[in-house]
């Protein structure tokens, strides 16, 4: 894969494709591509983004893909039915994984690799910020828009930067196996809970990750994380209020829009204090994650903390909209256990209702977290509190349809909680409208749905056009 080549990418408006991309043609490359979402019309504004960098984008029906074509990239989730790959096959012309040319510019990097099944991309997006602005310039791979980057000349999008040091931050993806191809000079695990696949999958796959590592980074508040701390030989620990971790936060002062606490350095018995532009307790830990590749690469940590407090986040992550009526709408990503509950848990530290639609992604995920999922709602959802579902999101292929959104809602129903089923998210979305009022808090929640922030966009304007202030019609 050495020299100029051209690639063309199988979906190539996927958070993780077209930072990707970003990077291939930062380096000189062709790039074409296709995607579902440009044929269909959907986000227009990125797929203008990308053209207008140079890339050539084609319908998904094979006519992009001729004997100009070196690689033909592809994610583990597309299908060989789709006709790029299809003529790719005829023509003799290599299909390739994602992780696998991702993989190929990394291993020859001084890699710092970001795992686990919940918060990877904020850390990616806090690790990269930071070692950026201590003057590292390294490169930076995420699954996430990261507003510190949107308009930076060494990104296009604001999911990836070409730095031109010899770090380079990515996030890394256990769920089809990927995470293999890896080779990082510092692995942090973040966390091990239940998303795509069962513990006995993921569980061997992060230990192989931290041991190929020069040195590793783990989370002790996580049980399954913690168990892997001794793993690798060299291995510095962070932790939430537990002094038996290399670096520990104590002190956590929940405020408007972010959270303060005190970092601290058991190895020297240094602290400092630090604002985190960002809410939740999960960013603190998110945060500390960051700290530890700090110390990892022997970067002073006051530095380190200064960096951080100018970090704005990721996007769609608890991502504030915008307010009408008295009525605050917030996009978010949250679609496995671990991440609901770390939302409801933030939202629900701060006055005023909550009032949620949940769009769940894949049959097979919402089956196999059904129970997990529920809990988490249950949980986290206070009385006065609302859930609406529409039914389970189906980006095509081959699937047993065997659940449905209605099953979690009945679950929830008896759990004691106020939900609500409907067919469609126009129907979630008007019910919402109907029973807002000043005060109360909507989030649009969901993953692999670029359409989802659109959709909570439009929340947003259509509060903005009704009378002022927002009255409830039916209370829920």
């Known amino acids: 894969m050495a020299g100029r080549n051209h690639y063309f990418f199988v979906g190539i408006g996927g958070s993780g494709m077209s930072a990707l991309a970003d990077l291939i043609r930062r380096q000189g490359n062709v790039v074409s591509g296709s995607d579902r979402g440009h044929d269909h019309g959907d986000v227009p504004d990125k797929f ?8 050539t984008l084609h319908k998904q ?10 690689f033909v990239v592809v994610s583990s989730a597309v299908e060989e039915s789709i006709p790029d790959i299809q003529n790719a096959r005829k023509l003799n012309i290599p299909v390739i994984k994602r992780a696998e040319l991702l993989s190929s510019l990394f291993n020859k990097a001084r890699g710092i690799g970001i795992a686990g099944t919940s918060g990877k991309t904020t850390t990616t997006g806090m690790t990269g910020w930071m070692l950026h602005a201590m003057g590292l310039d390294p490169t930076i791979a995420n699954g ?33 196996g990927t995470i293999s191809f890896f080779n990082p000079e510092i692995a942090v695990l973040n966390n091990i ?32 994380a ?55 307790r999960h960013n603190v830990s998110n945060a500390l994650a960051a700290f530890s590749v700090a110390k990892a690469l022997n970067q002073p940590l006051d530095k380190a903390v200064t960096a951080l ?10 991502e504030v909209l915008g307010t009408a009526g008295g009525v605050t709408v917030i996009d978010d990503f949250g679609h496995n256990p671990d991440k609901i509950a770390a939302t409801l848990d933030t939202l629900t530290a701060h006055p005023g209702r909550v009032i949620v639609m949940f769009q769940p992604h894949g049959f097979g995920p919402m089956k196999m977290m059904r129970k997990e999922l529920v809990e988490a709602f249950t949980k986290g959802l206070r009385k006065g509190d609302t859930l609406t579902m529409p039914e389970i999101f189906y980006a095509g292929g081959t699937v047993t349809k ?52 659109e959709f909570a966009k439009d929340i947003l304007q259509k509060l903005k056009a009704a009378p002022a202030p927002i009255v409830a019609g039916a209370q829920p």
């Open 193 to 224: 809970t239940l998303d795509h696949k069962p513990f006995s999958v993921i569980e061997p796959l992060f230990a192989d990750y931290l041991t190929r590592a020069r040195m590793a980074v783990v989370n002790l508040d996580d049980p399954r």
């Open 309 to 318: 407090e100018a970090f704005k986040g990721i996007k769609r992550r608890m």
């Open 402 to 453: 065997d659940i449905s959104s209605n099953d979690l809602i009945g679950d929830i129903t008896a759990g004691g909680r106020d939900a609500h089923f409907f067919q469609t998210r126009d129907d979630a979305g008007a019910f919402m409208l109907a029973n807002a009022k000043a005060g109360d808090r909507i989030v649009i929640m969901g993953a692999r749905d670029d359409t989802l922030s």
């Open 144 to 176: 996430g828009i990261m507003p510190n980057f949107v308009g930076h000349p060494q990104s296009l999008m604001g999911n990836a930067v070409g730095g031109k040091g010899d770090l380079f931050v990515a996030e890394m993806d256990e769920s089809d």
């Open 61 to 70: 029906d094979g006519s992009g893909v001729d004997q100009s074509v070196n």
């Open 48 to 55: 203008a983004t990308l053209a207008q960098s140079g890339m």
């Open 226 to 280: 913690a168990k892997m701390a001794n793993v690798h030989p060299l291995t510095i620990t962070y932790a939430v209020d537990n002094p038996a971790a290399t670096l520990f936060a104590t002190n956590l002062q929940h405020q408007q829009g972010g959270i303060s606490f005190t970092l601290n350095d058991r190895t020297n018995g240094t602290s400092w204090p630090c604002n985190l532009p960002v809410p939740g």
